[in-house]
């Protein structure tokens, strides 16, 4: 990598990449919260409901923020 005024030059991740790590982390999320509630995972009402979606989309966030904290960070 070219250096920028005595630092590296950082590339930003590819938004697929972040895509992909959103999705997993709310599917992840879901399934663990789900086994955590004793949830019939195999139902459509328990995938569908809109109540079941608000902590995994709150981790989902959350872990797309820390990968990207940690692409930013993991060089200093």
Sequence with gaps: MAAVSGR???RRPPVW???IEF???LL???VILGLIDGDNLSSAEAWLTP???GY???FA???VYSYLY???HRDD
Excluded: H, S, Y
Aim: charge should be positive; aromatic fraction near 20%; charged fraction near 20%.
């Design 70 to 72: 940690w692409m930013r």
């Design 8 to 10: 590296a030059q950082r």
């Design 17 to 19: 990449r972040l895509v």
């Design 23 to 25: 999705f997993w982390g």
């Design 61 to 63: 966030v959350v872990g």
């Design 56 to 58: 995994p989309l709150f």
């Design 28 to 30: 992840l999320a879901r």
């Design 51 to 53: 109540r079941v979606w």
